[in-house]
């Protein structure tokens, strides 16, 4: 079944160690997203890709970076996590066509920030 | 930009009432008004879509009503289920490639 896949599921880290998440796609979708969500929160978007044009929110922390290296794959990149970095991210997919905005959301990867 | 708008933060109903979430956004030019439904630990899913073409949209017990003058939408589910149970978010955009912007969320509980 064609769907967005999150690596890993569950990630560990400790404060300031960089730590990679990685999202791919088998819908061949034109746009990733990197959201972030918090406990009892909405879903906060860090960045997205239009195929390889990246854009960033304008709050997105310079601690975070992104890697799209073809289609299929995204990448979330936190160069020194903190505790506040303890969060869900979930990666989200959809076509980048008029008309067509569903998102689909990956099963997200649970970081926890010691 | 967009600012949505969700309320309640909260809501509890016995099974079998009805639930109804309200959001208003700020963009007149937002045309596309999804709402997920996000169980605890998982992801989001969509679970009812509206374009501001229609006033309203249903599917079985679940149906979206949609205010263009107002500016303002709601979910209404019918029969709630204790399975019902979960966050619900609202989101609205242009269609065309724009980000979504979601509600606060409101966290549904269906007692038995």
């Known amino acids: ?114 | 930009g967009e600012n949505v708008e969700q309320h309640p933060s909260t809501l509890s109903v016995q099974e079998g009432d009805s639930a109804v979430i309200k959001c208003t956004y700020s963009d007149s030019a937002s045309n596309y008004f999804p709402w997920y439904k996000q169980e605890l630990g998982k992801r989001p899913q969509l679970i009812i879509d509206i374009r501001s073409n229609v006033g309203e949209k249903k599917d079985q017990r679940i149906a979206v009503t949609l205010n263009k003058t107002a500016k303002h939408f709601s979910l209404h589910i019918t029969e709630t289920q204790p399975e019902d149970s979960a966050v619900y978010f609202c989101a609205a955009t242009r269609t065309g490639f724009q980000k979504l912007v979601f509600g606060t969320g409101t966290r549904l509980l269906v007692s038995p």
């Open chain 1, 1 to 114: 079944d064609a769907m967005v896949i999150q690596n890993p599921r569950y990630q560990v880290t400790q404060f300031g160690k960089p730590v990679t998440l990685s999202c791919s796609q088998t819908l061949n979708h034109n746009v990733m997203y990197w959201y972030q969500q918090k406990s009892s929160q909405a879903p906060k978007l860090l960045f997205h890709y239009y195929d390889k044009d990246f854009n960033n929110e304008a709050d997105t922390p310079d601690n975070f970076q992104s890697r799209r290296p073809n289609t299929s794959f995204c990448f979330l990149d936190i160069r020194s996590p903190g505790l506040g970095d303890t969060a869900m991210y979930l990666c989200a997919t959809d076509k980048g066509l008029a008309g067509h905005n569903e998102q689909f959301f990956g099963p997200g990867t649970r970081l926890t920030v010691l």
